[in-house]
């Protein structure tokens, strides 16, 4: 029998739009370098490895998830971002090097916001602009 936990989390992947799947990858690696903070605080270098590997696995899926051709120049502007981040957690991971966590993890949540701003705008119902009343003729 699957955990009830992980059974939700599918669910709820599976029944999210593109763009709050979007943000979930967002959260997930946002957790995940927490969790990688956490551990080098901590000097735990089995849970420092295990959080920043899981933080890079998010950012290959985000990578992957870009369409250059349809996306145009905010696609390559994310590529950017994406492969920033990457190679600072790559840093993180050869040289300790906590502010390199710190950073990233400061980049994805501005993203995150972003990217909840926008799925916001477009669950939106359309606001209709209210008709203007007529103007009345007086003598």
Do not use: K
Not at 11 to 21: P, T
Not at 83 to 105: H, P, Q, T
């Amino acid at each position: 029998m699957q955990n009830p936990y992980w059974q939700y989390q599918e669910q709820r992947v599976q029944h999210a739009s593109a763009g709050e799947r979007v943000i979930l990858l967002y959260d997930g690696a946002i957790r995940f370098l927490h969790g990688a903070r956490a551990a080098m605080e901590e000097e735990n270098a089995p849970g420092q490895r295990y959080y920043l590997d899981r933080a890079q696995s998010v950012l290959l899926a985000l990578l992957s998830s870009l369409n250059l051709q349809q996306g145009g120049e905010l696609a390559i502007c994310l590529l950017r971002v994406y492969e920033y981040c990457y190679n600072r957690l790559c840093d993180a991971v050869s040289c300790d090097d906590l502010s390199a966590v710190v950073e990233v993890c400061g980049l994805l949540t501005d993203l995150r916001g972003a990217w909840a701003d926008a799925a916001a705008q477009l669950a939106a119902p359309a606001v209709a602009e209210p008709e203007a009343a007529p103007l009345a003729l007086t003598a």
